[in-house]
């Protein structure tokens, strides 16, 4: 059915399904055979493509472009779930090409999370219960299993796997093709099958304009983590010693000291 006339503002292609309950804000565009499902909540100036379905307990932010053929909402690729209600929330001025599939989460009141401002290329997959921070970019054929946090700003490359229950840190740079079987520390760049860390994401601290001191810092760390013959507890009680606790710094050690699966 189409959308009453009280949602002022709203364009909807006369082919496009609006089941009853949908809420549509104001600005809302949907594209021709779109299947908007009942508990769908919609924020104002999002526009959806063609052959977008979106299902599921979602609620999708303001300013928000979901291209065509995309699946948001769907039940998770898991043998365990059973139907239960489970949420996916996603933010404003998300970017969301198309083919891409993002799942709800397994467990009952659970969520998949998404933040702002994020780019989520062609063929990207989120499976259940994933959080991924702000102002991401994940390219082409990324695919996210599981239980996996992404933090703000980091970049992944195309036709990447990452592994379930893996986190990915704050302004972080993979390259393309690359296996994560384990936690990408923040700042830092790495690519690979097997996967290995190179450096420091230079390129994009400057960018966000990280200082100097605070590049160098973070250089300094990442050479005792990995060019020192150390081991991951005895680097990290080296960082802590010799480097300055700068938040970077500061940040860096948490994020070590909090995996579960180990960095890589």
């Known amino acids: 059915m189409n959308p009453e006339p009280k949602l002022a503002g709203v364009l909807v292609h006369p082919t496009a399904v609006i089941e009853a309950g949908a809420q549509l804000g104001r600005e809302v565009r949907i594209g021709p055979h779109s299947w908007i499902r009942e508990n769908v909540i919609i924020g104002d100036g999002t526009t959806i493509g063609a052959s977008v ?5 979602t609620t999708i932010g303001s300013g928000c472009t979901i291209l065509h053929s995309s699946s948001v909402g769907a039940p998770p690729q898991d043998l365990k779930f059973r139907g239960e209600k489970s949420y996916l929330e996603i933010g404003d001025r998300n970017t969301i090409r198309e083919f891409v599939t993002i799942n709800r989460a397994t467990v009952p009141g659970g969520k998949t999370v998404i933040g702002d401002g994020n780019l989520l290329m062609a063929y990207v997959h989120v499976a259940h219960e994933c959080i991924i921070g702000s102002n991401t970019i994940l390219a082409n054929a990324v695919n996210i299993a599981g239980h996996v946090t992404i933090e703000d700003y980091a970049a992944i490359g195309g036709v990447t796997a990452i592994h379930q229950f893996v986190r990915i840190g704050s302004h972080s740079f993979v390259g393309g093709g690359s296996r994560i079987p ?4 923040p700042y830092l760049l790495g690519a690979g099958n097997p996967m290995r860390m190179t450096g420091i994401n230079t390129v994009g601290l400057t960018r966000r304009g990280f200082s100097a001191d605070a590049r160098r810092q973070i250089l300094r760390a990442y050479k005792i983590l990995y060019r020192s013959n150390k081991n991951v507890s ?3 009680a080296a960082i802590r010693t010799e ?3 700068i938040p970077e710094i500061s940040h860096l050690i948490r994020f070590i000291e909090e995996s579960e699966r180990g960095i890589v």
């Open 182 to 185: 384990k936690d990408v520390p």
């Open 243 to 245: 480097l300055p606790l």
């Open 53 to 57: 379905v979106l299902d599921g307990w």
């Open 234 to 236: 005895q680097a990290v």
